[in-house]
């Protein structure tokens, strides 16, 4: 059972940058997907970017391309979520999930909800105009 600790999440002016962790715990990320969403007040969670930890190949929103970047820290088992150029509608919740690739293509990065089956509990970020 994996379980996973946000942490990064902070204030921050628009034009800002904020670097979010997410460390795991009971086990390692081999054959996972690690992915980052967010949820903004009032409205749905949704993908944010995705690494792939077999091969380290990533997906992005196309909202936040080009602008936040996901890494992978294989030595300390831990998932990060880079965020430059930060926006006011950036605003929100973000969670990090990790999705088992067991039985299934190695080189996948899920950019769906339902694909996740394990989650932290969140960190708050907040942009100011």
């Known amino acids: 059972q994996v379980q996973l600790v946000e942490s990064g999440g902070g204030l921050v002016q628009a034009g800002g940058s904020l670097r979010l962790s997410c460390a795991a715990s009971g086990r390692t990320f081999n054959n996972y997907a690690l992915g980052w969403f967010r949820q903004a007040p009032g409205k749905e969670r949704e993908f944010v970017a995705a690494?792939?930890?077999?091969?380290?190949?990533?997906r992005y929103a196309d909202s936040v391309k080009g602008r936040f970047t996901i890494s992978r820290d294989n030595a300390k088992n831990t998932v990060h979520l880079q965020m430059n150029n930060l926006k006011p509608e950036d605003t929100a919740v973000y969670y990090c999930?990790?999705?088992?690739?067991?039985?299934?293509?190695?080189?996948?990065?899920?950019?769906?909800?339902?694909?996740?089956?394990?989650w932290g509990q969140g960190t708050q970020v907040i942009v100011s105009s």
């Open positions: 690494v792939n930890w077999n091969i380290g190949n990533t």
């Open positions: 999930a990790a999705d088992s690739l067991s039985g299934r293509y190695y080189y996948l990065t899920p950019s769906h909800e339902y694909e996740y089956d394990h």
